[in-house]
T-cell receptor, first 113, second 113 residues
Framework: GAVVSQHPSWVICKSGTSVKIECRSL??????MFWYRQFPKQSLMLMAT?????????EQGVEKDKFLINHASLTLSTLTVTSAHPEDSSFYIC?????????FGPGTRLTVL | GNSVTQMEGPVTLSEEAFLTINCTYT??????LFWYVQYPGEGLQLLLK?????DKGSNKGFEATYRKETTSFHLEKGSVQVSDSAVYFC????????????FGTGTRLKVLA
């Protein structure tokens, strides 16, 4: 139980384009999901908290107009990287919260050329 | 504020050696404590957790005990295998109701055959 999926697992895009990443809780409902970014050999950096039916809460320094988050249902949150640039290349990981525990997705590797 | 301190890696051990990865925390209230494992190119997997003082979490031969008196949650395994090679993250849940985690910096473990 408590499985979280992400799609796509990897994506390569051209600079200036937008990319959407999906995060789904497969066997449970999650009113709260989180989006993280991880740089090589580093810990996770929390980008934002996504709450079903309301606006996401962004961490300090994260551009909300660049990283659009939509949590339209209890099992799906999406992160859209708008007008992506090479510096946005990273490993993006989502998690879904249930019963005092965050369950993580497998991550999405984004490469912007 | 809340914080998590993990021992720096990398930790290199021979197969069947005893493993300890230290984790200490600073927190107000009574947070839950977690260990996650990350294999290369993947998301985080919940390894074990403890929700109150003196609780012992265990899974796949790994153990950690929530020690409030020493504010610690050290991860131990009696006999490591090559397949345990990964990065291990200690985390605590914030008690403010935001469901956010505070992560340690991660400890890379390499087990040699």
């Amino acid at each position: 139980g408590a499985v979280v999926s992400q799609h796509p697992s990897w994506v390569i895009c051209k600079s200036g384009t937008s990319v959407k990443i999906e995060c789904r809780s497969l066997d449970f409902q999650a009113t709260t999901m989180f989006w993280y970014r991880q740089f090589p050999k580093q810990s996770l950096m929390l980008m934002a908290t996504s709450n079903e039916g309301s606006k996401a809460t962004y961490e300090q320094g994260v551009e909300k107009d660049k990283f659009l988050i939509n949590h339209a249902s209890l099992t799906l949150s999406t992160l859209t990287v708008t007008s992506a640039h090479p510096e946005d290349s990273s490993f993006y990981i989502c998690s879904a919260y249930s019963k005092d525990t965050q369950y993580f997705g497998p991550g999405t590797r984004l490469t912007v050329l | 504020g809340n914080s998590v301190t993990q021992m720096e890696g990398p930790v290199t051990l021979s197969e069947e050696a005893f493993l300890t990865i230290n984790c200490t925390y600073t927190a107000t209230g009574y947070p839950s404590l977690f260990w996650y494992v990350q294999y290369p190119g993947e998301g985080l997997q919940l390894l074990l957790k403890a929700t109150k003082a003196d609780d012992k979490g265990s899974n796949k031969g790994f153990e950690a005990t929530y020690r409030k008196e020493t504010t610690s949650f050290h991860l131990e395994k009696g006999s490591v295998q090559v397949s345990d090679s990964a990065v291990y993250f200690c985390a605590l849940s914030a008690t403010s109701g935001t469901y956010k985690y505070i992560f340690g910096t991660g400890t890379r473990l390499k087990v040699l055959a």
